[in-house]
């Protein structure tokens, strides 16, 4: 897990795609407004079954180039892939809609050749993430399927703990993270059960992407934050409480002390979680007799407990409603959840 705050402005910046340009209004995050970039490594059996593409439906494959629809891949650890090209190079990113900024492993850096932002520039050179800085640096080409985007910022980060799970599990180490950075510009559809992610190409193109089919959905309001998360109501065992919508998260995580002043039972797990720049830190499990999504009832949900402390801002755990931790990848992928950051709505099924 990757906690982002700084000091600084990062304007939403102009972008070629394929042959347009598609230009971002000036928008900057405010200080000290970055959210969690979830990089959960397992030290732990999977808890998913291995990746696999999956083919795009017809009715998703977008028209006049007015739309991109990728296939994704699940890895073991519960996450969705994506695979890109960066500066002409194959790259495997995590798509982690809890990820403000796109991201890229520091060991990675040199293969791929990127650069370091210029002090000159409108762009941060660093980012102050969970205490210590990171660099940012500059992808010159990031192609999503036919669509290029140029000069991307990416922060470097660490992502070794993620790479050592992985090779435990005998898979691919992710090269980076694909964040809310380019989700939200680009109005992406991600279809959680389905793992097909379609961004809009032409940003003068108005309205949804085609062949999209809610019915049966209930439609979830989500809420963005200053730092570009996205939050949804919720209550747990009756009491309100705000839930980040997270991919990132390999399954649902409630913050310790929230479930501890619930008096709800804790159990041991051998699972634990590590973060940029955060020690390890322990998994424990809970049941919650009645856990709710928007309209969405779930009876005797199984989550994950642990200390959420440096990852969601202590203001935020302790707010009215508070956030209470991370909605993650098992029950997106088992509610057929659809994440629609045109519209800022999840639908999720019963």
């Not at 940003?203 to 200053?226: H, I, Q």
């Amino acid at each position: 897990m990757l906690r982002i705050f700084q000091n600084q402005t990062f304007p939403l910046r102009a972008r070629v795609l394929s042959s347009r340009v598609f230009n971002r209004k000036q928008r900057s995050l405010s200080p000290c407004a970055w959210a969690a970039l979830l990089l959960l490594a397992l030290a732990a059996p999977a808890l998913a079954a291995p990746r696999r593409a999956v083919p795009v439906r017809p009715a998703l494959i977008p028209r006049a180039l007015q739309f991109e629809a990728l296939p994704l891949e699940r890895s073991r650890q519960n996450h969705l892939l994506l695979r890109v090209t960066i500066n002409g190079k194959p790259a495997l990113l995590g798509v982690d809609t809890g990820a403000p900024v796109s991201a890229i492993s520091i060991a990675r850096l040199r293969h791929f050749g990127m650069t370091p932002a210029l002090p000159n520039s409108e762009i941060p050179t660093r980012l102050r993430i969970n205490g210590s800085f990171s660099n940012v640096a500059i992808a010159h080409s990031l192609k999503l399927g036919g669509l290029n985007l140029i000069d991307e910022p990416m922060v470097a980060v660490d992502l070794g703990s993620s790479s050592k799970a992985a090779k435990s599990m005998n898979e691919q180490a992710i090269d980076g993270i694909l964040g809310a950075d380019i989700l939200f510009p680009t109005h992406a559809v991600l279809d959680c059960r389905a793992q097909v992610l379609i961004l809009k190409t032409d940003p003068k193109v108005r309205g949804n992407a085609p062949g999209l089919d809610f019915t049966g959905f209930r439609r979830v309001p989500m809420y963005v934050s200053a730092g570009y998360n996205l939050y949804v109501d919720g209550r747990l065992n009756g009491r309100p409480a705000k839930l980040m919508v997270d991919t990132g998260a390999f399954a649902t995580l409630l913050h310790q002390r929230f479930v501890r002043r619930m008096k709800i039972p804790l159990r041991e797990s051998p699972f634990s979680s590590a973060a940029v720049n955060l020690a390890q830190r322990g998994v424990q499990f809970a049941t919650i007799s009645r856990f709710s999504v928007g309209s969405v009832h779930m009876r005797d949900k199984q989550v994950g407990v642990m200390d959420l402390e440096g990852l969601i801002r202590e203001g935020m755990l302790d707010s009215t409603p508070p956030v209470a931790g991370l909605l993650g990848s098992e029950i997106l992928r088992r509610h057929s959840g659809i994440i629609d950051f045109g519209t800022k709505t999840l639908y999720l099924k019963l």
